[in-house]
């Protein structure tokens, strides 16, 4: 019933966008390996956009009729681009960069593919609305590992290196934390409210590791995920779409429904009091490696520059 919900209003979004006439919301932006441009996608295909004044470069040819994520190989000489047809199927599409050649449709959910994340150069995962997250070799497009557990759709992803662990949320208002090699679930955490949308994995820090988590209850939580603890949480004044990590770790961006960017200290959790990003809702947030700065894209395929104090 959910994924069926779900799909109901992907498919009507849909519609009001083409009757209004308005441009679809930009659903993933994420940076060049090189820092020199933004690669956004959406409903109407994924495009390249220069760093910093944000002109359009050039246009990817995608097999998938929905885009929900993007993720750029270690190596960053490829693409995986992360959609599927609502109920119906769900595929990774792996592009050559800078070219945009397709190499390879990795093809086995039976619902949209909402999240990607490359563990290293010939493995990614792949989280999705029918409930499953699977682990791919990309040098075959075999599957090499399934995760069952979500009892509704997967809608974030994210990994530890040192352990090696995968941690998911979805709408099951849980965080599953994973072992990479061999799919076993170490472990459920299950404090949110509402849907999980999107995980952060901390940059390497002193301590254990991190992970942050947003969702629909209007909250970011910061986990320690190797022992189960959620450590501390910050409530927002709107919805997160998406949360991403600052520089060193010190602190969490999260785009949210009003339009802003808030910044959230994760020792102190105090919230920053938001930066007016784009018109509408903020559904995407990557930020700038090199320097206080971080692209966000929304409503309407708004997609502004924005710098972080």
């Not at 209003?9 to 020199?36: K, M, N, Q, R, W």
């Not at 009892?151 to 941690?167: F, K, Q, T, Y």
């Not at 509408?280 to 409503?299: H, L, Q």
Request: charged share 20%; glycine share 10%.
């Amino acid at each position: 019933m959910q994924k069926l919900v779900r799909s109901v209003f992907f498919l009507f979004a849909t519609s009001v966008a083409l009757d209004c006439g308005a441009e679809p919301p930009i659903t993933s932006v994420v940076f060049a390996p090189d820092g020199s441009s933004v690669v956004a996608c959406s409903q109407s295909g994924v495009a390249v956009y220069r760093w910093p004044d944000l002109d359009l470069q050039t246009r990817l040819k995608t097999s998938s009729p929905n885009r929900h994520d993007l993720a750029f190989s270690p190596g960053g000489d490829r693409l995986a681009v992360a959609g599927g047809t609502p109920a119906e199927d769900g595929t990774v599409e792996i592009l050559s960069w800078p070219d945009g050649k397709s190499l390879r449709i990795l093809d086995g959910h039976f619902d949209s593919v909402m999240a990607v994340d490359w563990l290293d150069e010939t493995t990614l995962v792949s989280a999705s609305l029918d409930h499953q997250i699977m682990i791919w070799d990309t040098s075959t497009g075999e599957k090499s590992v399934m995760l069952n557990g979500h009892s509704r759709g997967v809608w974030a992803i994210g990994h530890l290196h040192d352990p090696p662990l995968l941690v998911s949320g979805g709408g099951d208002q849980s965080l599953r934390v994973w072992e990479t090699e061999t799919g076993t679930l170490v472990r459920s955490m299950a404090i949110h409210l509402r849907p999980v949308g999107s995980v952060a994995v901390r940059p390497p820090h002193e301590g254990l590791p991190m992970i942050a988590s947003a969702s629909d209850d209007q909250t970011v939580r910061f986990w320690q995920p190797t022992i189960g603890r959620m450590v501390r949480f910050a409530r927002l004044p709107s919805q997160p779409r998406q949360i991403q990590w600052v520089r060193d770790g010190g602190r969490i961006a999260a785009c949210c429904n009003d339009g802003r960017v808030y910044l959230v200290n994760p020792e102190t959790v105090e919230v920053s009091d938001g930066i007016a990003a784009i018109e509408g809702r903020a559904y995407t947030i990557a930020v700038d490696p090199s320097g206080g700065n971080a692209v966000v894209g929304g409503s309407d395929g708004a997609l502004q520059r924005i710098e972080l104090p």
